[in-house]
């Protein structure tokens, strides 16, 4: 039976610089990935504070590819899904989840 199941889970949390400071790195590193989600997200906007007051977390996922390492992080809303559109901060793939 599959072994990964729980790579559909989240795998931890961040809070929006962390997730922010993740994005723009994973832009820099591959070339057209910051064009590519632009034309295929519409923004986060800023996260509103939990009831609570607490500052908002945003999931993180791991990458189903390969070998597991790479993290997804949220970079906005996908377009035609309602879902949320990662990117891969080490293979500059995209998923949706
Ligand atoms: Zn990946």
Same mark, same amino acid.
């Given at each position: 039976? *599959? *072994?990964? %199941? *729980?790579?559909?889970?989240?795998? *931890?949390?961040?809070?929006?610089? +962390?997730?922010?400071?993740? @994005?723009? &790195? &994973?832009? &820099?590193?591959?070339? =057209?990935?910051?064009?590519? %989600?632009?034309? +295929?997200?519409?923004? #986060? =906007? !800023?996260?509103?504070?939990? !009831?609570?007051?607490?500052?908002?977390?945003?999931? @993180?996922? @791991? /990458?189903?590819? $390969? !070998?597991?390492?790479?993290?997804?992080?949220?970079? =906005?809303?996908?377009?035609?899904?309602?879902? #949320?559109?990662? %990117? /891969? $901060?080490?293979?500059? !793939?995209?998923? #949706?989840?």
């Amino acid at each position: 039976m *599959s *072994s990964n %199941v *729980s790579q559909s889970y989240p795998y *931890s949390s961040e809070t929006e610089p +962390e997730r922010a400071a993740a @994005v723009e &790195a &994973a832009f &820099a590193m591959f070339e =057209g990935l910051k064009a590519k %989600v632009a034309a +295929e997200t519409t923004p #986060l =906007g !800023d996260p509103e504070p939990e !009831d609570n007051g607490a500052p908002p977390r945003w999931w @993180v996922w @791991v /990458c189903p590819k $390969d !070998d597991f390492k790479g993290r997804l992080h949220t970079a =906005g809303y996908a377009l035609e899904k309602h879902s #949320l559109y990662t %990117v /891969c $901060d080490t293979h500059g !793939d995209t998923f #949706l989840r």
